[in-house]
């Protein structure tokens, strides 16, 4: 590619000189359709330029709608880790109930039987 820049660059100059009459035909020609050839690798360029960029873009934003997905879940997995903390925390609570009232009824009926031995 070097090589055929060097070739086109010495064409441009001889042309701006005058000195493309001294050039042989074959060269200009062989220049000529060297030219052709970089302004089809050039078209092509840029069209991949282009769907690479729409590509690209498509991507950015099917990433924004994923991450909103993410973050979505990850909201709704700590809403949902919080249930079972919250489910041991009211069972312990019942629990404490439960033995509160069952110590009350054994003192009452320890009384009644005290009594009731008297």
């Known amino acids: 590619m070097r090589k055929d820049s060097f070739?086109?660059?010495?064409?441009v100059v001889m042309a701006s000189s005058g000195l493309v009459g001294c050039v042989p035909a074959h060269v200009v020609t062989s220049l000529k359709g060297?030219?052709?050839q970089l302004q089809i690798q050039y078209r092509?360029?840029?069209?991949?330029h282009a769907d690479l960029y729409a590509k690209v873009d498509s991507s950015l934003t099917n990433l924004g709608a994923l991450n909103a997905s993410v973050q979505d879940l990850q909201d709704r997995?700590?809403?949902?880790?919080q249930v079972p903390r919250d489910l041991g925390n009211d069972l312990d609570k019942k629990v404490q109930k439960t033995e509160k009232v069952q110590k009350t009824e054994k003192v009452k009926k320890v009384g009644k039987v005290k009594?009731?031995?008297k």
């Open 7 to 11: 070739v086109l660059l010495c064409f």
């Open 34 to 36: 060297e030219v052709s």
């Open 44 to 48: 092509e360029l840029q069209q991949n």
């Open 77 to 81: 997995v700590s809403v949902l880790n």
């Open 115 to 117: 009594n009731n031995r």
